[in-house]
């Protein structure tokens, strides 16, 4: 019998996936949370505790990519697979960072599901197929240079460069025009020229263009 736990914000989905998994036999739920601020308390009082945790990633509250990193730096034997409707690149390799042991999408059929649990709690990798797909493309792209873009291509000079990194920190203009010595105003204008150089129109949209390119880390 492998125990394991539902966490995602949905109720419809955590009955449907409670009563899907009452149906085998060698599966028994031990308890579903409706966020990933709640694993940790339900983990304290957990029996038996769960060999695995089916994790949704997008949740109201704290995500499931954070809930689990929290669960790995608390219980680091309990494996943890996404469940999510996304098949978004970036997020499948952030999950996978995070310490996830498997990615399914919810539209798996349930033998599928019932197999990748059993392959995660021996130890390996759970994913549906499309996934897999993705992720070794992700990887390919990767690791092929010569797709890669250069600041030059865009005509980025060594201050909008300077200022894109900043903006990858997640810090504000204020915060950028303190550490560089230059007027908020000043910084406000560098972001805007990078915008239009790059063909871009949110802060976003200019640090994915950075980090896909890896101009920034």
Do not use: C
């Amino acid at each position: 019998m492998i125990p394991i736990a539902i966490v995602d914000d949905s109720r419809p989905i955590r009955e449907n996936l409670t009563q899907i998994f009452d149906l085998f036999e060698d599966i028994q739920v031990v308890f579903a949370a409706d966020d990933g601020d709640a694993v940790l308390a339900h983990l304290e009082l957990a029996e038996p505790q769960p060999a695995l945790i089916l994790m949704d990633i997008e949740m109201r509250k704290t995500d499931g990519i954070t809930a689990t990193r929290l669960v790995k730096d608390h219980y680091p034997a309990i494996k943890i697979v996404m469940l999510s409707v996304l098949d978004q690149d970036e997020k499948i390799v952030e999950a996978l960072a995070a310490g996830a042991d498997g990615y399914l999408l919810k539209d798996e059929k349930p033998m599928k599901m019932r197999q990748a649990i059993k392959d995660a709690v021996e130890g390996r990798l759970a994913m549906s197929p499309l996934v897999a797909h993705k992720t070794l493309n992700h990887i390919r792209q990767q690791n092929d240079t010569s797709q890669l873009k250069q600041p030059g291509d865009f005509q980025l000079t060594a201050r909008e460069l300077e200022i894109l990194n900043h903006l990858a920190q997640g810090k504000t203009s204020t915060a950028i025009s303190a550490e560089l010595f230059i007027s908020s105003s000043t910084v406000r204008r560098h972001i805007e020229s990078l915008y239009k150089k790059l063909g871009v129109h949110s802060k976003l949209e200019a640090v994915q263009l950075a980090r896909q390119n890896r101009w920034v880390k």
